[in-house]
């Protein structure tokens, strides 16, 4: 991932395929021309790098020259095209091809259509990189087209954000969502889960997504997935993971500007942490590192035994039922634990001390993301 300006992209198209489709269009305009000495006529500024493969590729003689034509601001095209530098030859009788780095809604290309009206060419050919046919609002032919792509901003080989990413000689592609810390927090019973996890989406300005509060909202309010689950449930069947990951999907969806999230109770197994890092990966984002608690056992039954003396809950009294909780819980982080040192994104935080010292090295770790 790279960053331009305020705004985050992510590699989207490589050397080599650009490479391909240049080669792929040079031949096909070679073969189609005959013996016709061409004037190829690049759009400055973002098909510097495309012509200059382009003619590289090309294998017979050919003459190049660029108008410039300008319409881009930011992120978005705009109707009003600048004619920067105009046609500087007779070009009556000649073949032309124009050479584009990308269509997008196809005004320049109505331009280049207008300059050309009165020019007498013989003909005059489009060829493009790059195509947005979603974008594209005109009927104009377009004679060559090296990739179409969906709607959505790239930078790279000769396209820029506001000036940056034209020297990148791959493509990037702006990335919906902005960059975000998302942490699967993982700790056993009693070890202070919760209120770290408190602490953490104050700090950085994260959701905290419990699951079992996320399916305990969607049953209670029999929204399409809790009603799914809880048939599951009802028949005493787990719920099956997509249904959670759908859940988990439209908490992630209602928070679509979070600057991250905390995944508490989830995942469990490795299918669930894969469907995670999918999930995460069509939102252009991540899993950036789980967090998990270690506390002794001892320290663990010695807190939860207390806790059930004034709350009351009836699997913090037994201490059968919290060791094996425990047992569980250590069962399930192995596995994880796994997965994602595998990806190096497992950190162990020591979480025996005060409150404040936990939620410290917790902070520590995250800052490390
Ligand atoms: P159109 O006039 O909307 O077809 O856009 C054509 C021009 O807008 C291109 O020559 C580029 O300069 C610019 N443009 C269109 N889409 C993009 C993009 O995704 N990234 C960077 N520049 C773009
Ligand atoms: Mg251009």
Known sequence: MIKLHDKYFKPFISTQEIDDAVTRMANDVANDLGDEIPVFIGILNGSFMFVS??????????????????????VKSSEDIQRLIGLTQDLTGRTVVILEDIIDTGNTLHEV????????????????????????????????????IPNKFIVGYGLDYDGLGRDLPEVYQLKTTQHMT????FGPPGAGKGTQANFLKEKYNLVHISTGDVFRFNIKNETALGVLAKSYMDKGHLVPDQVTIDMLEAEVEKNADAEGFIFDGFPRTNAQAKALDELMNSKDSQINGMLALDVEDEVLVERLMERGKTSGRKDDSDEGIIRNRIKVYYDETAILEEYYTEQNKYFGVDGIGSIEEITERLCNAIDKL
């Open 113 to 148: 259509h207008r300059i050309f009206k009165n020019e007498g060419v013989k003909q005059l050919l489009i060829a493009t990189l790059f195509y947005k046919p979603e974008a594209y609002k005109k009927d104009f032919k377009l004679h060559y087209v090296g990739k179409e």
């Open 182 to 185: 998302n942490i699967v927090l």
């Open 53 to 74: 493969d382009f003619v590289k590729q090309y294998p017979k003689p050919c003459e190049v020259t660029f108008i410039k034509l300008a319409s881009y601001e930011g």
